[in-house]
């Protein structure tokens, strides 16, 4: 099929198809222990996104309680700074601290339709494991939350929400200790209970139809964006950035403006310390297409097909895969995928904190270095940013910087 | 005979001499991937058919015993195209027929047309791919071309209508795993087990062969006349792990 005919059907609605594939990429390779669960989950969200009582129960919950709309906000002195027009996302103002909220609520929702006694979830920064812990609060669900040992250490204000929310946080020793291995230990913990569990996946991810669901639930960024720019800009971004881990703020704000050609998307991946193996996590970047926890994207992989390590200063993008539409975008070439180092990232973060007051997580400080590259060499472009989540959490990281720095005193 | 029929025969053969088949379970290059060809050779010799695990870095259908098997075979080196060439040069000198056990990724990397070809010239008679459902079964038509066994799984949460059409599409024999979980956990309860070990009968037509937490030769004798075979990994590698004697572990479970 050619790329014209897949953006097509992607604009109309038309992917995933049947079988969970935006083109090449999807799918869903699970063992065939999980296929009735995700069967049943499909169906139920299926039947929950036509029902309209479903849809004023989510909009209540998140009017009154994540607090959507979260706001578009000029930027006025980083607009100078880039000689640019310099729009912000303020996902970071959404309850929990991050666009996580608005998957996390939706799938929890979902689970208690379909009858889950508990929910699991992975989760790296922490964010989506706050989320889901304040989401199964909410609805009165147990919930057990898989984070690798590492970011248990470096993302240790999060485990503490999640512990005063009630979630049971079990640290992963195994494998590689960060995302990656807390998925699959949610998996295995998915496949020993698939009808009692549900599995509320972080990220534009995993087997079908968790890209589909994912990025239906976090669409409200780009709806939202587009109508706000409109609004307030009065015209729509020239370059519109976001970072990309598993990629799902990314993919929930681009769908906002997949039909607007003039709009450029851009995905900032994690480029870590290096172009090497193991030195960073930019997948599209540096990847080959492969299958990991159950869909076929683009992933880092050595020529055996055995899964590379990663590094990232930001725990939400230190993965080795990338949502499969995501990899379709990219494919199609709707959207380019750029890797960010941990030290631009981090300037970034510094600038947003000195020029507009707010300190944004590590994850988005990728996408704002991004944009401002992308600013560079082009007159006074309109930019928008998804700021998709606040900095509290990565305290740990920024004092241990600030010690190395000698700015702590 | 093809390959997959090679397969379901060595399984009826099997029932027939001892009631119930033994299928085992060998991770390819644990412990090293020097002792590894003596303990597929030992496995061979007191197993009807004998599964080659691929290590995979992110086995997500194994527990603890397997994950930890996998891992330490790929620090020491272990690669597809090792274990194709350690497989060719065994080929003739073993006692069992063999059946590739890999997650998809790594068979993908190494080409699936490779793979049916190396497979065929290093007498692997069959693959079983946890990680591709029914659905995908497409992208195996490399395999099933060859004639290779295409293992069907099926599981106690697997609806009537899917286990008819998984068991019709199976070649060699179908795995039922019989517990829900991952690899080496206690299995369910006997008498349910045993029920739905005969609705897997009555769907298929080729051999039935129960795996999943069987340890002992107790759990086997257990499930003789519900089913041909049993599978046995995680309690061998942990054997295997402690330096024991493939060879006496198996002969203990007949
Ligand atoms: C603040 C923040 N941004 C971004 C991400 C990356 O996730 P995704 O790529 O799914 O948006 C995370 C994940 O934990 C996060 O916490």
């Not at chain 2, 106690?156 to 991952?182: K, N, Q």
């Amino acid at each position: 099929m050619t790329a014209d005919t897949l953006l097509r059907q992607l604009i109309d609605g038309e992917l995933p198809d049947d079988d969970g594939f935006f083109g090449r990429f999807g799918g869903r390779f699970v063992p065939e222990t999980l296929v009735p669960a995700l069967e049943r989950f499909e169906e139920g969200a299926r039947g929950a996104l036509d029902d309209s009582a479903f849809k004023t129960e989510l909009k209540q919950h998140q009017e009154t309680w994540v607090g959507r709309p979260t706001p578009l906000m000029y930027a006025p002195r980083l607009s100078r700074a880039w000689n640019a027009q310099v729009w912000l996302k303020r996902e970071d103002l959404a309850h929990t601290g991050a666009h996580k909220i608005n998957n996390a609520l939706g799938q929890a929702l979902i689970a208690k339709r379909i009858g889950a006694k508990r929910v699991v979830a992975e989760t790296g920064a922490g964010q989506h494991g706050v989320a889901t812990a304040a989401a199964c609060a909410r609805l009165g669900l147990p919930c057990i939350v898989y984070m690798g040992a590492i970011d248990v250490e470096r993302q240790a204000p999060n485990v503490v929400r999640m512990w005063r929310m009630g979630a049971e946080v079990r640290p992963v020793t195994t494998g590689d200790a960060t995302l990656r291995a807390a998925v699959d230990e949610a998996i295995r913990h998915w496949v020993g209970d698939p009808e009692g569990t549900h599995y509320i996946l972080g990220s534009a991810v995993g087997p079908h139809p968790f890209p589909w669901i994912v990025r239906e639930f976090q669409k409200v960024i780009g709806v939202e964006s587009h109508r706000q720019m409109l609004e307030q800009a009065k015209k729509l971004p020239d370059i519109a950035v976001a970072c990309v881990g598993g990629g799902s703020n990314a993919i929930g704000f681009f769908h906002g403006f997949l039909g607007d050609a003039d709009v450029e998307l851009h995905g900032a991946e994690a480029g870590g310390v290096g172009a090497n193996v193991g030195q960073h996590a930019a997948t599209m970047s540096g990847g080959t297409p492969g299958v990991l926890h159950g869909s076929r994207s683009m992933l880092l992989q050595d020529g055996d097909g055995q899964v590379s390590d990663t590094q990232s200063i930001s725990a939400g993008l230190d993965y080795p895969a990338i949502g499969p539409e995501h990899a379709l975008l990219a494919h199609v070439g709707r959207a380019t995928y750029h890797a960010v180092r941990d030290d631009d990232a981090i300037a970034a973060l510094d600038e947003l904190c000195r020029l507009e007051g707010i300190l944004p997580a590590v994850e988005p400080a990728h996408a704002l270095a991004l944009a401002k590259r992308l600013c560079r060499n082009r007159d006074n472009p309109t930019v928008l940013v998804n700021v998709c989540g606040r900095g509290d959490k990565d305290m740990p990281i920024l004092t241990k910087l600030a010690e190395q720095q000698g700015g702590a005193s | 005979m093809k390959p997959h029929q090679r397969i379901a025969q060595a399984i009826i053969a099997g029932r027939e001499q001892h009631g119930i088949a033994l299928v085992a379970y060998v991770t390819a290059g644990y412990p090293t991937l020097d002792a590894f060809p003596e303990i597929l050779k030992e496995a061979c010799a007191h197993a009807d058919v004998v599964e080659v695990g691929i290590p995979f870095s992110n086995p997500i259908a194994d527990g603890g015993t397997l994950q930890e098997s996998a891992r330490e075979a790929l620090k020491r080196g272990a690669t597809m195209t090792k274990i194709m060439r350690t497989l060719r040069d065994l080929d003739g000198t073993l006692a069992a027929p063999l059946l590739l056990m890999g997650y998809l990724n790594p068979l993908l990397a190494y080409g699936l047309d490779r793979l049916a070809d190396d497979a065929i010239a290093a007498g692997v008679h069959g693959v079983i791919v946890p990680d591709l459902p029914l659905e995908a079964l497409g992208m195996a038509r490399p395999l099933t071309d060859a004639s290779l066994a295409t293992i069907g799984m099926v599981s106690p949460v697997t609806s009537d209508e899917r286990l008819a059409r998984i068991a019709e599409h199976a070649t060699g024999f179908v795995y039922a795993v019989t517990s829900v979980g991952v690899t080496g956990q206690k299995r369910s309860d006997q008498a349910q087990i045993i029920g739905y070990l005969t609705k897997v009968k009555a769907a298929a037509t080729i051999p039935v062969c129960a795996g999943f937490g069987i340890r002992s030769k107790q759990h086997a004798d257990a499930l003789r006349g519900a089913c041909d075979g049993v599978i046995v990994g995680s309690a061998l590698m942990e054997a295997v792990g402690q330096g024991r004697d493939v060879g006496s572990v198996l002969a203990a479970l007949r």
